[in-house]
Nanobody, 123 residues
């Protein structure tokens, strides 16, 4: 089993930045594809960003391309999401997820989920 704990959420102003962290425990996520998803009030959970097990491949939702960056640090068993140029529409609960696949972008392909961290962007 893999336990994922997100942190770094909070309140930011439009145009500002936040950095989310996701630390895994239970086993190493070195060979896992990792991803970030988000769910805004009244909306379905959606893919935000994904990174391959090696870190060499990343993928982003169109809505965050050029503003968000996903990265990972295998030595810390962690994944990060740097969010810049935040917009009010980025307000959501952000979830970290781990997949036994080398890379994944679809919710059904992820096996383990964190509890989420709230991000609120004010205009």
């Amino acid at each position: 089993q893999v336990q994922l704990v997100e942190s770094g959420g909070g309140l930011a102003q439009a145009g500002g930045s936040l950095r989310l962290s996701c630390v895994a425990s239970g086993r190493t996520i070195r060979t896992y594809g990792m991803g970030w998803f988000r769910q805004a009030p009244g909306k379905e959970r959606e893919f935000v960003a994904g990174i391959s097990w090696s870190g060499s491949t990343t993928d982003y939702a169109d809505s965050v391309k050029g503003r968000f960056t996903i990265s990972r640090d295998s030595t810390k068993n962690a994944v990060y999401l740097q969010m810049n140029s935040l917009k009010p529409e980025d307000t959501a609960v952000y979830y970290c997820a781990a997949s036994t696949r080398p890379i994944a972008t679809v919710q059904a392909e992820f096996d383990f989920w964190g509890q989420g961290t709230q991000v609120v962007v004010s205009s």
